[in-house]
């Protein structure tokens, strides 16, 4: 198992930008795939985007050319860079990461879009 601390979510204005970091207990270096899903107030948790460790990436269609995940193994941190923020972004932000079968999740870090 891994304990995940998300940070950097905050309150940014439609258009905007912000870099979440997920920061893991251990070396990230053998977890096959991790990823961040977010969960809007009255809605299921979703996938936003995940990376594997040989750089294979998947992205939600909602995000697509405004995200970009990336890992650094060297800093057990995972990213998540977000840019042309739109109001419909506004969810709680979620780190995951996948080791022996187990789900392990952040506490989750707010974003809140509006101007």
Sequence with gaps: QVNLVESGGGLVQPGGSLRLSCA?????????????YRQAP????????TLTNGGSTNY????KDRFTISRDNSKNTVYLQMNSLKPEDT????????TDGVWN?????QVTVSS
């Excluded at 009255?42 to 985007?49: D, T």
């Excluded at 939600?60 to 995000?63: E, P």
């Design 60 to 63: 939600a269609d909602f995000v």
């Design 24 to 36: 893991a207990s251990r070396s990230i270096f053998s977890i096959y795939r991790m990823g961040w």
């Design 91 to 98: 969810a709680v932000y979620y780190c995951n990461a996948v």
């Design 42 to 49: 009255g809605k299921q948790r979703e996938l936003v985007a």
């Design 105 to 109: 999740w952040g506490q989750g870090t």
